[in-house]
């Protein structure tokens, strides 16, 4: 069985309110953070039809603030699928409601695995890619699996011997005291 992006595209909106800020004002990246988790959820349970949960998140970055009175959207779409798991794409959009002024405020993408009542991982449909935009996505995913891997080996051979890569951190603001 294969579903298309769009038959799992799922987008929402909330106006920010003055207790989702953070001391300096700003509406909390922690409160974002969760709601890009429930979007990626729900888009990822969407595509499944079962319950999901997060095995990881890649790369958060803070574009730009977001405050109070704004409308944030999120948009979310399954970007990769592979056995029971899914990545999920979001777009994090403010827009000024006086100004109709919109800035991307954040884009990520949420690993999300399929279970089965009982806790069990269980195998999701293949997406099918009706678009180029899809395919690109769908093979930006598989690009960053690989780099993932391959950046978790150097830092597994980093553990193994240190000693081999401590006149690296000459050129660091660090004291080393062993």
């Known amino acids: 069985m294969f579903k298309t992006v769009e038959e799992s595209r799922v987008e929402i909106s909330q106006l920010m309110l003055p207790s989702f800020t953070n001391f300096g004002g700003k509406i ?7 709601l890009m ?13 079962g319950y999901c949960v997060t095995a990881s998140v890649d790369k ?4 730009n603030p977001i405050e109070v009175g704004e409308l944030v959207t999120m948009k979310a779409s399954i970007n990769y699928v592979g056995t029971s798991s899914m990545v999920v794409g979001i777009r994090v959009i403010s827009e000024n409601i006086r100004t109709g002024k919109t800035k991307h405020c954040n884009s990520s993408y ?36 690989e780099s993932e891997s391959e950046k978790n080996k150097t830092l597994s051979l980093v553990y193994k011997n240190v000693d081999n890569y401590l006149d690296e951190l000459k050129n660091y603001r660090v004291q080393i005291d062993f």
């Open 28 to 34: 909390h990246g922690g409160y974002i953070l969760g």
């Open 37 to 49: 988790d429930q979007i990626a959820f729900s888009c990822a349970s969407k595509h499944s039809q």
């Open 60 to 63: 958060v970055n803070f574009l």
């Open 110 to 145: 949420f690993t999300m695995v399929a279970l089965d009542d009982s806790g069990k991982t269980i195998k999701v449909p293949g997406l099918k890619l009706k678009t180029k935009i899809d395919a690109k996505r769908f093979i930006k995913a598989i690009k960053r699996r």
